[in-house]
C-alpha cells in the first residue's frame, strides 16, 4: 500500500513559516432530553396540584350553595312567621309603605345639582363658600344697589358678605342690598 504524506503544496513563491492554530473541541455537553424530562415533571406536578385546587374549590362553593339555600329558607319560615304575627292586611300595607318611604329617600340623596344660574342668591352664596378646595376659587361680580364688586367671597356673617376685591382689599357687603352674583371667571 501506497502511503501518502501530508506535504506542503509546491509553489515556487516563497511561503513564511506560519504556524498553524490549534484548534480545541467541545469538551462538554448539555443534553436536552434531560431538561425536556425536568420539565415534563415538574408540568405534572404542577397539573396534579391545579387539580386538587380545583377539586377543593368546587367542594367549597357546593358548601357555600348549601349554606346560601340554607339561609334563604330560614329566612322564608322567618318571613312567613312574621307576616303571620301582623296578621291583617293592614299591617303589612303599613310595613310596606315604610318600606317604600325609606327607598324614596335614598334616591334624593342623588339629586341633581342646579346650574349656579338657576340657584337664587342664597344658594349662590351658599355654593361659593363651600367651594371645592382642590380648584381655586371663582371670581364673581357682586351686584348690589350702585355697586359692583369684583372679587372672591370670603365668609358670610349674619346680613353681610365679606368680598375680597381683585386688587385684595377686604369689601363687606349688606345682603338685602346685593341683587345678584354672576361667575367671572378668570380673564
Known sequence: ???????????????????????????????????????????????????????????????????VIEEKKAEEIQNKADLASYG???KVQEVISEFEKVQNNERKGLQRIKKFKEMNKLERIDYLLHFPKQLPPVPCVF???????????VS????????????????????????TIKMIGFR
Open 1 to 67: 500500500m501506497n502511503v501518502k504524506n501530508k506535504r506542503q503544496p509546491l509553489l515556487y513563491i516563497h511561503q513564511p513559516d506560519l504556524s498553524f492554530p490549534q484548534t480545541s473541541m467541545q469538551t462538554t455537553f448539555s443534553s436536552k432530553q434531560a431538561v425536556v424530562e425536568e420539565e415534563e415533571k415538574a408540568a405534572a406536578q404542577l397539573n396534579i396540584d391545579e387539580m386538587a385546587e380545583k377539586a377543593e374549590a368546587s367542594a367549597i362553593e357546593e358548601i357555600a350553595k348549601d349554606e
Open 88 to 90: 291583617t292586611e293592614a
Open 143 to 153: 351686584i348690589s344697589e350702585g355697586e359692583e364688586v369684583r372679587g372672591f367671597i
Open 156 to 179: 358670610s356673617e349674619n346680613d353681610e358678605i365679606k368680598v375680597r376685591t381683585l386688587d385684595g382689599n377686604i369689601q363687606t357687603i349688606n345682603l338685602q342690598l346685593l341683587k
